[in-house]
């Protein structure tokens, strides 16, 4: 450099008073990032909505003659795909929330959340950050599938069944897609702050978070086992799946009662606050956050 | 002014003591140095400092701010840079920056015109569209100094700033930390293993298992040993070390694979060892005192010997 440069403007910044917006812009900028990140690793967008869009072509051809609804006639029932798509919606979320977790680990390996810890941020915002970005993908993602999927069955690889959403399916569906989005994203980031490896992580996806998922009605309605229906009803993510199927499907007749809908609210938001809250009060109380 | 000033600082890991009592002040606008092994305490200091390990013991304050009442008024007014650069690698340059200042409470023109600037300091306005990941170590720091100016700090902490870095990129990094003194009048505290880059500090301080063992200027630290230096190196060192302590009196420190002397008169002791014991070493060379020498009569440790990291 030669000494015709400008000079570096540094020093005296007498202004040292928190500015107000430093919690929302914070929480801005880093969920923006986690979108840009996102769209700049094609494969993640592959892995999060590819495997569960074959599952459900697979497991739905696969199973469809065995499946039957409990409690509902043969003629009246849902295909088992029909039963099976919202539990793949959640499946995309899933797989995205546990992506966006594990960047967690990735951030604080390769330095980047370092340098976060040193700005003059709210702790909370870091938490927020993370796991905002990781809902606006999961969600997207999850709904872009809601609505092409069932447009699949002209193709034949899906059976007949309702396509043609009104806007306030839409909306309501995008409205539990959020609650089990924020849920699954921060209960993700719960376990990737403690775990200092990726691979540590993958342990916790396959005891934890896979099964949760197996458990949650999502898959299949367990309803013949005592066991597994207690298991079931203690799974919070139960709730989440069954209000998102009410919601997609029109004939309240065509699913069991439990759980009632309100429960599916209270249960969802619920879970997903909880989450949210464990996260910012272990991120606050870390005593060695960088090392 | 005192920009960073640090009172019987405390820390421990557990049993194992980081920081013993450690103290020291820094004035403003000047470059302070932290030499030691690794493991010796630095890392820890500059993590206290830095706000990312709390206070256990002692006092630390920057710029007059209490680092343990006042954390965020601290991070405003310090720009930090780590050993592995926390830049994100799937984002651009101008994105890092963006980020960066976001984080910072600037947006829009202000922050347009922050990157502005700070590219242009460090020569990498070229490079604003480039992904980080497909940047030189030497651009990566450079991008990662961008950084932490972008916020326009009083104070830089700098953790092992040239790691990773060649002899050329190296040297474009001290210019630029001597621009910014020169100019904006910014303290930088900066850690190191490295005797050259301590050499170029105003100021430095050595720690070493966690206590301060010296501090002040480069040559005022090599002043405390005396005269000149000789080094011997060869087969059978410890019969040569008693010979040289009994037939001509000197003080022999054995360090790692080297018989070290210090002598006022480094000529004369040359020769008369050169003619008396020839064949006896397979090396003698004779040195102004460096910092390693300092380290090493303080310590009797090389600097590299014994690293844990």
């Known amino acids: 450099m030669s000494s015709a440069d400008p000079p570096i403007i540094a020093g005296p910044n007498t202004d040292l008073a928190a500015p107000k917006s430093a919690l929302w812009t914070s929480i801005y900028t880093l969920a923006v990032r986690e979108v840009t990140r996102f769209l700049r690793q094609r494969s993640r967008l592959v ?3 590819g495997q569960p869009l074959v599952f459900w072509i697979l497991f739905g051809a696969g199973l469809a003659g065995s499946f039957a609804m409990p409690g509902a006639d043969a003629e009246n029932g849902l295909s088992f795909q029909e039963y099976f798509l919202p539990g793949i919606a959640v499946l995309i979320v899933l797989f995205t929330s546990i992506f966006s977790s594990i960047s967690v680990i990735q951030d604080r390996n390769e330095g980047f959340m370092q340098g976060v810890l040193v700005a003059p941020v709210p702790r909370s915002s870091i938490v927020l950050g993370k796991v905002l970005g990781g809902t606006a993908l999961a969600l997207f993602q999850a709904m872009l599938f809601l609505l092409l999927a069932p447009l699949l069955q002209f193709v034949h690889l899906a059976p007949q069944m309702e396509f043609n959403y009104p806007v306030l399916v839409i909306l309501k569906a995008l409205f539990f897609l959020f609650w089990i989005s924020l ?3 921060a209960l993700g980031y719960l376990f990737a ?3 200092d490896s990726v691979q540590g992580y993958h342990g916790v996806m396959s005891i934890v978070l896979l099964p949760m998922w197996l458990l949650s009605g999502a898959f299949f309605p367990g ?16 709730y989440g799946v069954a209000g998102l199927r009410k919601t997609l499907v029109a004939d309240p007749q065509r699913l069991p009662e439990f759980p009632p809908e309100w429960l599916c609210y209270v249960v969802t938001i619920g879970f997903a606050l909880v989450c949210l809250f464990v996260d910012v009060w272990m991120t ?3 005593p060695v956050v960088a090392s | 002014m005192t920009a960073v000033s640090v009172q019987e600082l405390e820390f421990r890991y557990g049993e194992r003591v980081a920081l013993n009592n450690v103290s020291f002040q820094i004035p403003s606008g000047e470059i302070f140095g932290v030499l030691g092994p690794n493991g010796g305490g630095k890392s820890t200091l500059f993590r206290v400092l830095s706000t990312l390990l709390p206070i256990q013991g002692g006092n630390a304050e920057v710029m007059g701010l209490d680092v343990k009442q006042r954390a965020d008024a601290v991070r405003r007014a310090i720009g930090v840079t780590f050993q592995s650069p926390s830049l994100d690698l799937k984002l651009t340059v101008i994105e890092n920056l963006k980020v960066q200042g976001h984080l910072y409470g600037l947006f829009g023109r202000t922050l347009r015109e922050r990157c502005g600037v700070v590219m242009e300091q460090l020569g990498i306005v070229d490079r604003a569209g480039d992904l980080a990941e497909r940047l030189s170590g030497g651009l990566k720091r450079r991008v990662e100094i961008a950084k932490c100016l972008l916020h326009s700090p009083q104070v830089l902490l700098m953790d092992e700033p040239s790691t990773g870095l060649d002899p050329g990129a190296r040297y474009d990094l001290w210019q630029i930390l001597f621009k910014l003194r020169k100019e904006s009048n910014v303290t930088i505290l900066i850690t190191t293993h490295l005797m050259e880059e301590a050499d170029l500090c105003d100021r430095l301080c050595i720690l070493d298992e966690g206590n301060l063992i010296a501090e002040g200027p480069p040559d005022e630290l090599r002043n405390l040993v005396g005269g000149d230096s000789l080094l011997i190196e060869g087969q059978n060192l410890p019969e040569l070390s008693k010979d040289l302590e009994a037939e001509l009196t000197l003080e022999v420190q054995q360090v790692g694979g080297s018989l070290r002397i210090e002598h006022q008169d480094g000529h004369q002791l040359l020769s008369q060892i050169a003619t008396r014991y020839a064949g006896r070493f397979t090396r003698l060379t004779l040195g102004k005192p460096s910092l390693e020498d300092v380290f090493i009569k303080l ?3 090389t ?3 014994g690293e844990t990291e």
């Open chain 1, 193 to 195: 702050w403690k775990i």
């Open chain 1, 47 to 49: 892995g999060a909505i």
């Open chain 1, 223 to 238: 309803s013949g086992s005592t066991w597994m229906t207690w298991v079931m009803r203690a799974n919070p993510l139960t």
């Open chain 2, 299 to 301: 310590t009797g440790r």
């Open chain 1, 183 to 185: 849920g699954l994203t």
């Open chain 1, 284 to 286: 606050r109380r870390d």
């Open chain 2, 303 to 305: 600097l590299d010997a």
